[in-house]
């Protein structure tokens, strides 16, 4: 039998609440609301208190940059706990520019299964590692805001957050914020709303 890997925990005040973050040595495991709980996020057992854990620390660190309005990617190595079709609902939201919006049926076609639609909204529900993969960006398909584990009100604060990052920023191209990332230009009457004159990707392995 697999033994469990340890996993490490610390928590983060940020201004949508106090975050709990938990990573193992392979990557981050989970971003935890306030009003959520670790077994929410597929965490079992009692993560060890470290504050000091380099995953953490690098966490703690890009969260406070993309918060400045200093980070618009995020360079993290994850650690994801779910099924073959959760996580690869996962890493699409990493897919997502900031500063931009899609919808459920969107994701889901982007992802080759365009019925989907309601499976992709179940599994980004479960989305573990919230704001690092930005399942807030996922909207429905009127426009309106859905269901998000941080509540509605921390939704459209993360989406007015980014909005106002762009608008203030004096490119018309999002940057990356520090710890670098590719760019490559993508089909703006395709999937993505609001501003999205580039796509910046994620590079981050998962286990």
């Not at 953490?56 to 099924?83: C, H, K, N, S, V």
């Not at 690869?88 to 899609?102: D, E, M």
């Not at 941080?150 to 920023?169: C, F, I, Q, T, Y």
């Amino acid at each position: 039998m697999q033994n469990k890997p340890m996993l490490h925990s610390t928590t983060h005040p940020t201004p949508v609440g106090e975050l709990t973050l938990v990573a193992s040595d392979h990557g981050l495991r989970a971003v935890v609301w306030p009003t959520s709980s670790l077994k929410r996020a597929r965490v079992t057992g009692r993560p060890h208190r470290n504050s000091d854990h380099p995953i953490l620390q690098t966490t703690t660190r890009q969260l406070d940059e993309y918060f400045a309005g200093e980070r618009t990617t995020f360079d993290i190595p994850l650690d994801l706990d779910g099924t073959r079709f959760q996580v690869a609902a996962w890493r699409s939201l990493a897919q997502i520019p900031f500063g931009s919006t899609t919808t459920y049926g969107h994701q889901a076609a982007g992802l080759g299964i365009p019925t989907a639609a309601r499976a992709i909204g179940a599994a980004n529900g479960a989305n573990p590692v919230c704001i690092v993969l930005p399942c807030h960006r996922v909207i429905g398909s009127d426009g309106s805001l859905t269901g998000f584990g941080g509540g509605l009100p921390v939704k459209r604060w993360l989406l007015d957050h980014e909005a106002r990052v762009l608008a203030n920023s004096p490119s018309s191209v999002p940057g990356e914020g520090r710890g670098g990332g590719s760019t490559s230009s993508i089909d703006s009457t395709h999937q993505w709303q609001h501003r999205q004159s580039v796509q910046t990707r994620l590079s981050m392995p998962v286990g």
